[in-house]
């Protein structure tokens, strides 16, 4: 037993299981632990580090801010917080209307986007739609928007009027009212395990709330900035939404969230309505806005989806009897199990020095880099069927299957 694990237990607040590893260094799709053990990184801090690790454009960012200015408050305007405001609007086809909310993390944005619902609905609608297996964070607001049982039950009562519906657009035209303020949707429930929505589903609730007079909000926080192979989850749908949150890949590793706000949806707040202290500070929107750059200028949109058709190819062409198929776009990938054994998966993965994550019992979550190549992708293919050739010949699915 080394020592860090000690300090970890006694000093971290006990809201996670034990730590899987003390790491102390990142390059590029490496990580490298206190032991100087390499570890190849599939999961990018959960779809955060879209550069990877210590990326140069990421270190100048930081660097240059730091020693040019930090933080200010929200009673002065900067410069990189305008740039990023104007880039996010751009990249998310807000037009000249479209207004940003910063924050610092995911929940923040959805928090943002919750009261903006509010601010829409008013006394006349109280109601609020979420779908089945939803996450949209752990803070008090987004925990209500939340819909796992096991987070939310401890932490009862949460802000009421939320309802969770199946994700099926019969569903969404049962539950629709006048009395509805908006809907919350992600495009991919990652944290479900890399669930997509039902074909067409997007543009059905689009007219939907349209006709009903309820804001689509469109929680981008893990399926945005390229990660899906195209801008935001949204993008293909061709739909405009009322609002989108976003956070994890647009700061590379910076926290910060963001609310995106569209049309007739930008003049709900007003002066006093909302704040943070943090929240769009020169630095985190500095590196932001180059992480951004950087993703438009590398080409890296379209690399995620090359690289993700081929990393599924790899997956399915490694004919596991563990693996029953993969879902998700891009750089967002879940790998459907045969049996309930992701966790055993991570553990062989990790013990044959490759990171990937269990979103569920029978989901292993691939969030990579959206810069990885042919060489990462070599890399993982030896050492993810290395680690389910171990976990199938230890099960029974694997016996059964000789
Ligand atoms: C991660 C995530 C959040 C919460 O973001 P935090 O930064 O952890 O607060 C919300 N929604 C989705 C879809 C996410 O993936």
Do not use: C
């Amino acid at each position: 037993m080394t020592l860090w694990q000690d300090d970890a237990a006694r000093d971290l607040v006990r809201n996670a299981g034990p730590r899987l590893a003390m790491l102390t260094r990142g390059e590029g799709s490496y990580l490298w632990d206190e032991k100087g053990t390499r570890h190849l990184d599939f999961l990018a801090g959960i779809a955060v580090t879209s550069l990877g690790h210590a990326h140069p454009v990421f270190v100048d960012a930081v660097s240059r801010q730091a020693a040019t200015l930090a933080h200010v408050s929200n009673y002065f305007a900067t410069p990189p917080q305008l740039a990023l405001a104007a880039r996010i609007k751009r990249l998310a086809g807000a037009g000249a209307s479209g207004r940003v909310y910063f924050g610092n993390s995911g929940a923040e944005a959805n928090e943002a986007a919750f009261k903006l619902a509010r601010l829409h609905g008013g006394a006349d609608r109280p109601r609020i739609l979420a779908l089945e297996n939803a996450f949209h964070g752990r803070t008090i607001g987004s925990l209500a928007l939340t819909a796992k049982v096991q987070m939310r039950a401890p932490f009862e009562p949460l802000p009421g009027g939320v309802e969770h519906i199946p994700a099926t657009i019969e569903a969404l035209e049962a539950a629709l009212d006048d009395r509805v303020a908006a809907l919350f949707v992600e495009p991919i429930q990652g944290e479900a395990g890399v669930v997509e929505l039902p074909e067409g589903y997007l543009e059905a609730a689009r007219a939907l709330t349209l006709k009903h007079g309820a804001l689509l909000i469109i929680d981008e926080i893990q399926t945005g900035a390229g990660r899906t192979g195209e801008w935001f989850g949204f993008t293909s749908s061709g739909i405009t939404p009322d609002a989108i949150t976003l956070a994890k890949g647009i700061g590379g590793g910076i926290p910060i969230g963001a609310l995106l706000t569209y049309g007739a949806a930008s003049d709900l707040f007003t002066p006093g309505s909302h704040g943070s202290t943090f929240g769009g500070n020169p630095l985190a929107t500095a590196v932001a806005d180059a992480v951004l750059a950087e993703i438009e200028n590398a080409g890296l949109v379209e690399n995620a989806a090359a690289r993700g058709a081929q990393l599924r190819e790899t997956i399915l062409a490694l004919d596991s009897p563990l693996v029953e198929g993969v879902r998700g776009r891009g750089l967002l990938i879940g790998v459907g199990l045969a049996a309930p054994v992701a966790n055993e998966v991570v553990a062989a993965a990790q013990e044959r020095g490759l990171i990937v994550n269990a979103a569920n019992p029978s989901t292993i979550r691939l969030a990579p880099a959206l810069t990885i190549g042919d060489a990462e992708i070599a890399a993982f293919r030896t050492l993810f069927a290395d680690a389910l050739a171990a976990v199938a010949a230890a099960s029974a699915l694997g016996k059964a299957t000789v």
